[in-house]
């Protein structure tokens, strides 16, 4: 069993989820410098330092409460590269509901491992964590992350119009989400 195999949270076929740990920085911050990364987010990369200060804070955040977030590197199993990242954030506690994150590194894009990553994230999130509901919210212009959830069944549940703005711009946003009982019969039917 290789370390991060033994640190894991969830995995598939191609992909190991667990916890950052420091010696990752190197690798995210190559990858989440970027700034076609923040494309779709409504906001410019931090600086360095600030980067720095938002990983550390991560690395060992709890999970418990609204606005924990509980963010994972995806390791492909092949060579231990990090694919990028992909996260559970407690949206509300009392209705057992979180948001889902993912982040590609672009090198490693176009592969398949966001939708991967976050179908184990989803499985995480309602197996372990006992969420009764799972959403996305994205910009309407990202078709790459809309396929993403497109691809894993989510249901579109909005089109927010101009809700959000970024340097003068105004932005559209999708939210999808799936329940635990949807994602059950999903998963029992990819099984089969």
Not at 37 to 65: G, K, Q, T
Not at 121 to 135: Q, Y
């Amino acid at each position: 069993m290789t370390s991060n195999e033994a640190k894991s949270l969830a995995s598939t076929e191609r992909l190991i989820l667990r916890r950052f740990v420091p010696e990752d920085f190197k690798a995210y911050s190559a990858y989440r410098s970027l700034p076609e990364i923040y494309r779709f987010l409504y906001r410019d990369p931090p600086s360095p330092e600030v980067m720095r200060e938002r990983f550390d804070l991560n690395l060992n955040s709890p999970f418990a409460e609204d606005g924990d977030t509980l963010l994972c590197a995806a390791i492909r199993r092949e060579d231990d590269a990090l694919v990028g990242d992909v996260s559970l954030t407690f949206a509300n506690k009392a209705a057992l509901q979180a948001e889902l994150g993912y982040t590609s590194n672009p090198a490693y894009a176009r592969k398949g491992y966001a939708t991967e990553a976050a179908q184990a994230m989803i499985t995480l999130g309602f197996e372990k964590f006992g969420f009764h509901r799972i959403f996305a919210r994205l910009d309407a212009k990202n078709a790459g992350s809309i396929g993403v959830v497109e691809r894993l069944g989510l249901r579109r549940e909005a089109l927010l119009i101009e809700n959000d703005r970024f340097n003068g711009i105004w932005g559209d946003e999708c939210v999808y989400a799936v329940l635990r009982r949807e994602w059950a019969a999903r998963v029992s039917n990819w099984t089969r």
